[in-house]
């Protein structure tokens, strides 16, 4: 029976295949910097390395999205073997819709590790954390933005539950800039209230 098109085993991948995945260069290339991921392999590669790192964390839309930013391999590629990975099981996705590796074994992703190299490795994964957590101080911060006779008033709260740890009002002249002050927040408020913190306190 003709295998499926669809399916994707990364052991047969890196078995029947003598040279590296990664130098087929068949890949779409369109927002990809150099150095990023020109193979169709080499991008199926990543995915489940970044799915076999962050298990359970990571969801598909968070590994496109962090493939486009970093540049590291087309977002239409990544999106392609995204979803033909799902059919075949390499990966699966739960039902929070995080992903989590399927029919692959550890032994496969210390080979990927060989194949992959280091500055991708390191930063996909950095990039894939960013946005989930990102994505958490959004859940977990509020940000209003009221216009004024002056410009715009900027609230950033940091809260847990039903208790606002701190509110911090600010002024911004234009639109812009309050949505760069509300952008920056939500990238780390936890060091915005450290910061805030400790610098009530560096006097005492």
Known sequence: MQKDTNDFDIRELRSNNDDNPLLRFDAMMAGVKNGGLRSVGGIHLLVSYIVATLSGRVKAETITSAMEQGQLANYFEVADAISKMLSSGVIKENDDGTLSLGNTGGAEIELIEKDLPLTVRE???KLCQTIIAKEKF????KVEITETEQGFD??????DVNTDFMRLNLFAATREQAEMIKEKFISDPVAVYETVIGSIFANE
């Open 154 to 159: 900027v609230l950033l709260c940091v809260s």
């Open 123 to 125: 930063q996909s994964i």
């Open 138 to 141: 959004r859940r977990e911060t």
